[in-house]
């Protein structure tokens, strides 16, 4: 009888495969049949077929002749269509690109995890050109949260397949693209680990750009460890930095500025869950305001967000030509909206952002780390956001108000799962660190993630 691989973690298959109880053949197969059979199709925009069985035999042959090139030999990886994949076009969650010239080459990291020895499965939905906190795409269908047991839920954008892959149990990662959130809202609301690192950790050779100040990328994955092992690849590296201790000794700082407001009661009643759980535990945990998140709303206020005004440079002629007609209507209104940046407000958007990163990192203890819920709500209803766009609009900006926060102050952040809140859906504790402290990130994720998701 078939054993069922399926909604494993890497660690898990991991074992598996490198003990010579699967093969990297049989978990392609496995994968390809479960995804054309899975009941939503509209989870990947693209299968690997030929490529993944290739690689798979690959890797196959790499074991029997004990050359396996590490834990990740063998693993299947879904790619968010953003990233290059040679020989064909990166159509970026768009129509409008599906002619566009494919690509000569794989992007950077694409080939830094085919050389880990993963194996590239396909390619996975997303808001088009990744700008919506949401996930919904009316060129590829939405996917749905495979969490929601009440009514069709929005998955969380802007990586959106990339988070109900995983969820789904049709791969055990996905790599995810987070300019305000993309990575960490979809993984908190299915329930899963999603890293955003520092931004430059990895390079961005080869993937359609958002907002290039802000834009960085993750791994969405079942695990913390699963994560840790991913990030190392991307980096083209085989061993981690990061060392499993205890949760005693971390210290957290909750921010009672903006991050709680308007939180629906079962997010703050998992939230709090989670500290009372940490504090047992020994990890530090206070409580302060953080007057530079009310000025960063306020810059956006008076000048436009930067993603907008980076965005809007992105795609000006797109926008002012037939393209437009064909693309996304709210992300073409939200877009346009960087027509009204000056240049003189853009440049005092990044005056005032340089400020207010040394602001925060100046109130934060030497091993202090940030934490709130990743998202004020879990995930809401599909229908309504179709039908109405200014609820749409509405929803959206509350989605990626708190995550928005950690991609303008420059943060490395992880949301962990924990808990569930309205409806049963999960909740996503967010923990963050000032750029380039992700090692020290993901020690602590690694050490608080099972208290955090008791």
């Given at each position: 009888?078939?054993?069922?691989?399926?909604?494993?973690?890497?660690?898990?298959?991991?074992?598996?495969?490198?003990?010579?109880?699967?093969?990297?053949?049989?978990?392609?197969?496995?994968?390809?049949?479960?995804?054309?059979?899975?009941?939503d199709q509209a989870i990947f925009t693209r299968l690997l077929d030929d490529r993944a069985k290739d690689e798979a035999a690959a890797s196959s042959k790499r074991l029997r002749e004990g050359r396996s090139r590490g834990l990740l030999e063998g693993i299947p990886v879904a790619w968010k269509d953003l990233f290059d994949i040679a020989g064909l076009p990166t159509?970026?969650?768009?129509?409008?690109?599906?002619?566009?010239?494919?690509?000569?080459?794989?992007?950077?990291?694409?080939?830094?995890?085919?050389?880990?020895?993963?194996?590239?499965?396909?390619?996975?939905?997303?808001?088009?050109?990744?700008?919506?906190?949401?996930?919904?795409?009316?060129?590829?269908?939405?996917?749905?949260?495979?969490?929601?047991?009440?009514?069709?839920?929005?998955?969380?954008?802007?990586?959106?397949?990339?988070?109900?892959?995983?969820?789904?149990?049709?791969?055990?990662?996905?790599?995810?693209?987070?300019?305000?959130?993309?990575?960490?809202?979809?993984?908190?609301?299915?329930?899963?680990?999603?890293?955003?690192?520092?931004?430059?950790?990895?390079?961005?050779?080869?993937?359609?750009?958002?907002?290039?100040?802000?834009?960085?990328?993750?791994?969405?994955?079942?695990?913390?460890?699963?994560?840790?092992?991913?990030?190392?690849?991307?980096?083209?590296?085989?061993?981690?930095?990061?060392?499993?201790?205890?949760?005693?000794?971390?210290?957290?700082?909750?921010?009672?500025?903006?991050?709680?407001?308007?939180?629906?009661?079962?997010?703050?009643?998992?939230?709090?869950?989670?500290?009372?759980?940490?504090?047992?535990?020994?990890?530090?945990?206070?409580?302060?305001?953080?007057?530079?998140?009310?000025?960063?709303?306020?810059?956006?206020?008076?000048?436009?967000?930067?993603?907008?005004?980076?965005?809007?440079?992105?795609?000006?002629?797109?926008?002012?030509?037939?393209?437009?007609?064909?693309?996304?209507?709210?992300?073409?209104?939200?877009?346009r909206l960087g027509e009204k940046i000056t240049l003189v407000s853009y440049l005092e958007i990044l005056k005032v952002r340089e400020q207010l990163i040394k602001e925060v990192q100046s109130m934060l203890g030497p091993n202090e780390l940030i934490a709130h819920p990743s998202v004020a709500h879990v995930a809401p209803t599909l229908a309504p956001l179709e039908?109405?766009?200014?609820?749409?609009?509405?929803?959206?900006?509350?989605?990626?108000?708190?995550?928005?926060?950690?991609?303008?102050?420059?943060?490395?952040?992880?949301?962990?799962?924990?808990?569930?809140?309205?409806?049963?859906?999960?909740?996503?504790?967010?923990?963050?660190?000032?750029?380039?402290?992700?090692?020290?990130?993901?020690?602590?994720?690694?050490?608080?993630?099972?208290?955090?998701?008791?």
């Open positions: 009888m078939t054993q069922n691989h399926l909604g494993k973690s890497i660690a898990q298959l991991s074992v598996l495969i490198q003990s010579g109880n699967l093969d990297p053949v049989e978990l392609v197969e496995e994968s390809l049949d479960a995804i054309r059979s899975h009941r159509t970026a969650g768009s129509v409008v690109l599906a002619d566009a010239t494919p690509a000569q080459a794989d992007a950077d990291v694409v080939k830094a995890l085919k050389a880990a020895g993963m194996i590239a499965i396909g390619r996975v939905n997303m808001s088009e050109f990744a700008f919506s906190g949401l996930g919904l795409n009316p060129h590829y269908g939405t996917p749905l949260n495979p969490r929601a047991s009440d009514e069709p839920r929005i998955p969380g954008g802007s990586s959106s397949g990339s988070a109900v892959a995983v969820a789904s149990g049709l791969v055990p990662v996905s790599i995810g693209t987070d300019t305000g959130g993309s990575v960490r809202i979809p993984s908190a609301f299915n329930g899963l680990v999603g890293y955003k690192a520092s931004r430059g950790r990895y390079s961005m050779a080869g993937v359609f750009p958002l907002a290039t100040s802000l834009d960085s990328l993750g791994p969405l994955t079942r695990t913390v460890q699963d994560a840790i092992w991913v990030d190392a690849a991307m980096r083209g590296g085989t061993t981690s930095d990061v060392a499993r201790v205890t949760a005693s000794g971390f210290s957290l700082v909750v921010p009672t500025t903006i991050v709680m407001d308007d939180a629906e009661e079962g997010v703050i009643r998992a939230f709090e869950a989670a500290l009372v759980r940490l504090s047992a535990a020994g990890v530090k945990v206070r409580r302060a305001a953080f007057p530079a998140f009310d000025s960063l709303f306020q810059v956006m206020a008076e000048h436009g967000p930067l993603v907008t005004a980076e965005a809007f440079a992105l795609h000006h002629r797109r926008l002012a030509g037939p393209e437009a007609q064909a693309m996304d209507r709210r992300v073409v209104a939200r877009t039908a109405d766009d200014d609820l749409f609009v509405k929803i959206n900006f509350k989605t990626l108000r708190n995550t928005l926060i950690g991609n303008f102050l420059d943060w490395c952040g992880v949301s962990l799962p924990c808990g569930n809140g309205g409806a049963g859906m999960p909740v996503g504790f967010l923990l963050s660190a000032p750029k380039g402290q992700d090692e020290r990130l993901l020690t602590a994720a690694l050490a608080l993630e099972e208290i955090v998701a008791a």
